[in-house]
Structures are given as C-alpha cells and as structure tokens.
C-alpha cells in the first residue's frame, strides 16, 4: 500500500494552455474524490467517481475542467484553456464505499501557477 | 446546506502547553468527522476519524471529541511540540452524498519552543 500518489506535484503554465493531472488511488479503493483548495481556506470537492463511473460533479467544475477514471483505477483531471484563477492546489482522496467507518486518504497534491 | 467553521483561524503556543481546536458543523446528519493536518504545501494527512456513534476518539497525544446533538468537535493535543506546528482542518461527509467531505477553513497552529 503506497497511498494515494499524484503527479505532477508542481505545474506552472501559460493562460490558455490546456493541463493534465493524474491521480493514482490505494489500490483497494473504489471510491476517488478531486477537491481544489485555494490558499488560507479549506479544500473544496469538485467531482467523485465510485469505480469508473463519475458520480456528482460540483458548480465549481466549469465546463473547461474534465475528468476521467477509464479502468476505475487510475484518475485525471484536464483543465483546458488556463485562467488565472485555476490557480491552485488539486487534490485527490480515495476511500471504500461510504459508511460510518470510512476513512478519505489525500495524496500530496499539485500545485498549479498560471502565469 | 451543510456547513463547517473552525475556530480560531489561528493560534500560536509556547511548547509544553495543552491547547484544543475547535469544529463546529451545522447539520447533524453525518455518517463521521475526521480531523486531518496539513503542513505548508503539502496534502492532507488523516489523524482521527470518530464515527458518528462514537463520542471520543485518541491517538497519542491527540484526542478528538464529538457531540453531534450540538454540531461540535474538539482535537486536545497534549504536550504541544514544534513538531505541531501546521494546518488542522475538520471535515463531515453529509448522509447519502457519496462521501465528500465538507471542510473547515482550518486553524494554524504554530508551537514556539
């Protein structure tokens, strides 16, 4: 168990441009949440998926944000045509099915700049 | 609309001291409350998690408390180190919403030694 791993940690990219985050869960987990945190406040949920189908998606997540878990293994999570204030930390968390003892684990993040 | 304060924003403590953080949540129904750290640019790291059943929950010098009829929280941490020192958020996962969790805005807590 290698816990919850994203990739990149850090990204810094023009306005406009389109990125790509990747997320790879604990591997018994079926459950795999996206939250955005932005600096001084708590992370904020943007979309879940339980095995491969995506569940809820959040008003934060505009039309220019996708995400995808093909396998239901593997997360990404696309952001296209970069603004400014996309800046941020991605975060993704994993679980089993919900339930009183169900405990969320975070990867690290990626820290996106738009410059 | 099911929402989470945490109180204060931030507090500073000379090392040695007990101290305890506040997390109060405005809708009862959830399934339980996990207390997670966070230091500076990194992700979040699970510490407790009381199940909504439950009224105490410790491990080591950490010990979290839950009165769901009141909508309140409490994380005691014993013996305060340097070490201590980072970002503590709370979070409530509503009933019958998939498990998200809601948040707290955090409280930064720094340990002066």
């Known amino acids: 168990d290698t816990g919850v791993s994203q990739d990149p940690r850090h990204k810094i990219t023009k306005r406009g441009q389109n990125v790509t985050f990747r997320c790879d869960p604990i591997?018994?987990?079926?459950?795999l949440y996206w939250y955005r945190q932005t600096l001084g406040q708590g992370p904020e949920f943007l979309t879940y998926?339980?095995?491969?189908?995506?569940?809820?998606k959040s008003r934060l997540l505009s039309d220019r944000f996708s995400a995808e878990r093909p396998k239901g293994s593997f997360s990404t999570l696309e952001i296209q045509r970069t603004e400014q204030g996309d800046s941020a930390m991605y975060l993704c968390?994993?679980?089993?099915?919900?339930?009183?003892?169900?405990?969320?684990?975070f990867g690290q993040g990626t820290r996106l700049t738009v410059v | 609309k099911q929402e989470v304060t945490q109180i204060p924003a931030a507090l500073s403590v000379p090392e040695g001291e007990n101290l305890v953080l506040n997390c109060s949540f405005t809708?009862?129904?959830?399934?339980?409350l996990q207390w997670f750290r966070q230091d500076p640019g990194k992700g979040l790291t699970s510490l407790l998690l009381?199940?909504?059943?439950?009224r105490e929950q410790t491990s080591g010098r950490l010990n979290a408390s839950l009165d769901k009829s009141s909508g309140r929280s409490t994380l005691y941490i014993a013996a305060s180190q340097p070490g201590d020192s980072a970002t503590y958020l709370c979070?409530?996962?509503?009933?019958?919403?998939?498990?998200?969790?809601?948040f707290g805005q955090g409280t930064e807590l720094s340990v002066k030694p």
């Open positions: 979070a409530v996962p509503p009933w019958n919403q998939g498990g998200k969790l809601i």
């Open positions: 809708d009862s129904a959830i399934y339980n």
């Open positions: 009381i199940q909504s059943s439950q």
């Open positions: 998926f339980q095995n491969e189908a995506q569940l809820e």
């Open positions: 968390a994993s679980s089993r099915r919900g339930g009183v003892n169900t405990e969320a684990f």
């Open positions: 591997s018994e987990h079926n459950r």
